[in-house]
């Protein structure tokens, strides 16, 4: 059997005629033995100088066979490379004296003060890298250093700088300056009428249905505040995993996620107001421009911090109880929101080990069984008309997670038996300390 890893993050062919369909964002935590002992050998290769032998070892700990994202072959005494990283392809070469790579982030029409200012200043931001102009005079990106400082160490960390920036680049400097336009690519792979016409109907119905909560549901948003800020998170944290957007709206979720947290100073009821704000304008973009920014595409680095799974033991024990209160009121909205809100931050946030984003993953589908019914997705968890789980589905895909996972973590063992079907809040409440009590020791 296929791993689960495999059928919800990799684009292999999905088992039993289940569509493939990624969730969430890419990680590039989850290497093989392969890759790891490929980055020791370009380690010890950088150390005897050996630049070449330690480039090949590089390219190889980071490339991923199931995206297909790293490319290299050897010409003019060196090694000549391609990386991608979603709309956006990196090239370089490298030979016995320096390391070269370079991404071009927008075409462009013509140059203005604004523009180079907007560029100069992100420099400053940079560590490694630097936004230029090539000899099209279009934008590119850069990043070039002596071999003698280019150890693996350091050119991991400028490929990543790189490659992610001019991804994240291109589709806001062309929403901004409307005499730029997207560099030519030819790796996107656009998502079908029906992935796209589910997910923009997914995106305004649950954006609705929170903000009706929001200003007309039963808590006042100025009394409640604490609520309103779950409500509101958790759609912003659920719509990145189930998604996966890109472009204008993925910068709008990462914001929403930065203006919340970054500034303690305001209180929550006007960081609320701002997200309101924020929620209000993804509403009003037009199905067009949710389609443009529709399409599948490759990664090599992920943008998410590795943490184990004490972290995510500990962040469930600081959360899970703020959901009681509002179940004990009849308050089921927001007591759902707040489990779903865990889920969501942890694989937003976090790349959890494995098992803990598989486990997220089932969460995500029992709660939001229509929508992946509507993507095409055959097994049924929960019914939400009648408020009926399917017990046994879920118990089933649990016991399946566990045996894909245990080679390598051998005494995971959810405890299926508390699970506690008898109502939705119930349910989530009981899904996140099964998580929560797992025993997640990795073998080495």
């Given at each position: 059997m296929s791993?689960?890893?495999?059928?919800?993050?990799?684009?292999?062919?999905?088992?039993?005629?289940?569509?493939?369909?990624?969730?969430?964002?890419?990680?590039?935590?989850?290497?093989?033995?392969?890759?790891?002992?490929?980055?020791?050998?370009?380690?010890?290769?950088?150390?005897r100088e050996k630049y070449l032998d330690c480039y090949r070892a590089f390219f190889k700990y980071l490339r991923d066979e199931a995206e297909d994202n790293v490319k290299f072959w050897e010409a003019d005494h060196g090694i000549h490379f391609e990386l991608l990283q979603g709309s956006k392809k990196v090239t370089g070469f490298a030979d016995r004296k320096r390391f070269k790579a370079e991404a071009k982030v927008v075409k462009v029409e013509r140059l203005d003060l604004e523009l180079m200012k907007r560029l100069s200043a992100a420099n400053f931001d940079l560590k490694y890298s630097r936004y230029a102009l090539d000899n099209d005079e279009d934008i590119t990106i850069l990043f070039d250093t002596y071999t003698l400082d280019g150890s693996p160490y350091k050119l991991y960390y400028a490929l990543k700088e790189l490659a992610i920036n001019a991804d994240k680049q291109d589709d806001l400097l062309v929403e901004e300056f409307e005499y730029l336009h997207p560099a030519a690519i030819d790796h996107c792979q656009p998502l079908t009428d029906l992935e796209k016409e589910v997910k923009y109907a997914f995106i305004q119905e649950r954006i609705k249905t929170v903000l009706k909560e929001v200003n007309h549901g039963a808590l006042d948003e100025k009394e409640y505040p604490g609520a309103m800020a779950y409500l509101m998170l958790n759609l912003a944290y659920k719509m990145d995993y189930l998604t996966k957007p890109e472009g204008f709206m993925m910068e709008s979720l990462e914001r929403i996620h930065r203006l919340y947290f970054s500034n303690n100073e305001e209180g929550t009821n006007v960081k609320n107001a701002i997200l309101k704000t924020e929620f209000d304008t993804l509403q009003q973009r037009t199905k067009a421009d949710y389609f443009r920014e529709m399409y599948e595409v490759p990664a090599t680095f992920g943008i998410t911090s590795t943490v184990n799974h004490d972290k995510i033991a500990s962040f469930i024990d600081a959360e899970l109880h703020n959901m009681d209160w509002y179940q004990e009121q009849g308050h089921e909205a927001v007591?759902?929101?707040?489990?779903?809100?865990?889920?969501?931050?942890?694989?937003?946030?976090?790349?959890?080990?494995?098992?803990?984003?598989?486990?997220?993953?089932?969460?995500?589908?029992?709660?939001?069984?229509?929508?992946?019914?509507?993507?095409?997705?055959?097994?049924?968890?929960?019914?939400?008309?009648?408020?009926?789980?399917?017990?046994?589905?879920?118990?089933?895909?649990?016991?399946?997670?566990?045996?894909?996972?245990?080679?390598?973590?051998?005494?995971?063992?959810?405890?299926?038996?508390?699970?506690?079907?008898?109502?939705?809040?119930?349910?989530?409440?009981s899904f996140l300390v099964m998580i929560r009590d797992l025993d997640m020791v990795k073998v080495d």
């Open positions: 791993s689960i890893f495999n059928r919800f993050f990799k684009p292999a062919k999905s088992p039993e005629g289940q569509p493939n369909i990624k969730f969430g964002r890419y990680s590039d935590s989850y290497k093989g033995t392969v890759q790891y002992a490929a980055w020791d050998k370009a380690l010890a290769a950088f150390e007591a759902v929101a707040i489990p779903s809100y865990i889920a969501g931050y942890s694989l937003f946030y976090y790349a959890v080990p494995k098992p803990d984003r598989d486990l997220f993953h089932l969460f995500f589908q029992v709660i939001e069984n229509d929508y992946f019914k509507s993507l095409g997705f055959k097994v049924d968890f929960y019914d939400a008309a009648t408020q009926k789980f399917n017990a046994k589905n879920i118990k089933r895909a649990i016991r399946n997670i566990a045996t894909e996972n245990r080679p390598q973590y051998l005494q995971l063992n959810p405890n299926i038996g508390q699970l506690n079907f008898s109502s939705l809040p119930n349910f989530t409440k």
